[in-house]
């Protein structure tokens, strides 16, 4: 993975996932479905500093997808991440049930959908950040279909999505690209590249050598 235009290169969208990206696709959302579970005691130190001011940490239940797809940049790796991480999320026992697997499915849905308009050849910041804000207003959606801004009223409603949509931009946009960076300098990026022509005839010179 490394920077070129402002986009984070790797893997590429053109090819299909293969048995390792499918498995570190998995691992990632494992870690996130941990994240998610305790996040909300995170979440939960915001409420009382003024109404709905806990949107503004509500990116990091988008994180899963965008990451994912800057480590290996495939179709369909949004969705697989942000759905096994709300259900490693549902099986920590979350009182929000099996709802947590229609915000997971809708909300990768909204973050592929970008990734897919710019090809899957995009994957820096502005690509990242619309991802994660797409990923904020599809969870806006569930919420409509959840009935669960029924009671608010203009103001806060305008309040509220506003500020989940620019925290999908700046956590599961910006910090994400930053971290996926910061995971380039240490090497670890390296292990999701395959193998490519070059390290099969180092291999054969060695056996042969």
């Known amino acids: 993975m490394q920077s070129n235009g402002g986009n984070l290169k790797h ?4 090819k299909g996932l293969r048995l390792s990206d499918i498995l570190v696709t998995v ?6 479905g941990v994240v998610y579970h305790f996040w909300g005691s995170v979440y939960s130190l915001f409420k009382p500093l003024f109404p709905e001011a806990d949107e503004l940490l509500y990116g990091m239940w ?11 940049r495939k179709p369909g790796v949004a969705v697989i991440a942000e759905l096994a991480a709300a259900h490693v999320e549902v099986l920590f026992g979350s009182g929000w ?8 499915l809708i ?17 820096g910041i502005w ?14 959606s569930v ?15 305008i309040a509220k999505y506003t500020m989940r949509v620019i925290s999908g931009a700046l956590i599961a946009g910006a910090a994400m690209v930053a971290l996926g960076k910061a995971l380039d300098r240490t090497g670890v990026t390296s292990l999701l590249s ?9 291999l054969d010179d060695v056996r042969h050598g």
Not at 11 to 14: D, F, R, S
Not at 27 to 32: A, C, G, K, M, P
Not at 194 to 202: F, G, N, V
Request: proline letters at 1%.
């Open 127 to 140: 690509a990242a950040s619309l991802a994660g804000a797409a990923a904020a207003i599809g969870s806006m």
């Open 194 to 202: 395959p193998a490519s022509a070059k390290d099969y005839a180092a």
């Open 143 to 157: 919420d409509f279909y959840l009935s669960y801004t029924d009671d608010y009223a203009l103001w806060m409603f």
């Open 11 to 14: 893997g590429g969208g053109k």
């Open 97 to 104: 049930g099996l709802n947590l697997l229609l915000y997971g």
């Open 107 to 123: 909300q990768g849905l909204a973050a592929e959908l970008v990734f897919a308009a710019f090809r899957y050849r995009r994957a």
């Open 62 to 72: 988008f994180a899963a997808a965008t990451l994912a797809f800057l480590l290996i």
């Open 27 to 32: 691992l990632i959302s494992l870690v996130f």
